[in-house]
T-cell receptor, first 112, second 113 residues
Framework: GQQLNQSPQSMFIQEGEDVSMNCTSS?????WLWYKQDPGEGPVLLIA?????ELTSNGRLTAQFGITRKDSFLNISASIPSDVGIYFC????????????FGKGTKLTVNP | DSGVTQTPKHLITATGQRVTLRCSPR?????VYWYQQSLDQGLQFLIQ???????AKGNILERFSAQQFPDLHSELNLSSLELGDSALYFC????????????FGEGSRLTVL
């Protein structure tokens, strides 16, 4: 089946540093989504990308939909302690939840 | 607060038992999704309902079943539980069934001993 390879698996950074994580697949997706899961909470949608090449920002977060439609990246600038959590990418091929595939997540730790 | 309510938050039970997890979607959302999150497996899609009817099925075991009721709340039934069923079970809801804008509940943590 379709799989998303998300990297890195975990990151340990200092407050103020920029962060970059990415997601790749051998399959093409029509939509890329980035979610964040805080400890003890459910995932929350951060950014949705709908077109190849699209670059979208949400505050200190920036995400891009790869030109090949097989990858996406998420950047976080000037990290702060509350950025701690697990970041998931998800790809959607077409309408229908059976096609929403999640990566295994990137666990981010920010040291003050 | 996503507006999606899941109960119970924690559940400890023994192998072979049966449990029911409950989900109330956000007000106005017609579609409910169930996901399983194990330690190393990420979020695995189980099943989706839209306005009371099953819309899509993922990697849901035959021992598991779900339904969505007329008031749009949903229940996930897990039977003949095994140790490997221990996981976080998330419910998510969306206005339509497109799978894009999902709002997740806080999850039900199931521990099978």
């Amino acid at each position: 089946g379709q799989q998303l390879n998300q990297s890195p698996q975990s990151m340990f950074i200092q407050e103020g540093e920029d962060v970059s994580m990415n997601c790749t697949s051998s399959s093409i997706f029509n939509t890329w989504l980035w979610y964040k899961q805080d400890p003890g909470e459910g995932p929350v949608l951060l950014i949705a990308l709908y077109k190849a090449g699209e670059l979208t920002s949400n505050g200190r977060l920036t995400a891009q939909f790869g030109i090949t439609r097989k990858d996406s990246f998420l950047n976080i600038s000037a990290s702060i302690p509350s950025d701690v959590g697990i970041y998931f990418c998800a790809g959607l091929t077409q309408g229908g939840s059976e096609k929403l595939v999640f990566g295994k997540g990137t666990k981010l730790t920010v040291n003050p | 607060d996503s507006g999606v309510t899941q109960t119970p938050k924690h559940l400890i039970t023994a192998t072979g038992q049966r449990v029911t997890l409950r989900c109330s979607p956000r007000s106005g959302d017609l579609s409910v999704y169930w996901y399983q999150q194990s330690l190393d497996q990420g979020l695995q899609f189980l099943i989706q309902y839209y306005n009371g009817e099953e819309r899509a099925k993922g990697n849901i075991l035959e021992r598991f079943s779900a339904q969505q009721f007329p008031d749009l709340h949903s229940e996930l039934n897990l039977s003949s539980l095994e140790l490997g069923d221990s996981a976080l079970y998330f419910c998510a809801s969306s206005v339509d069934g497109s799978g894009t804008w999902l709002f997740f509940g806080e999850g039900s943590r199931l521990t099978v001993l």
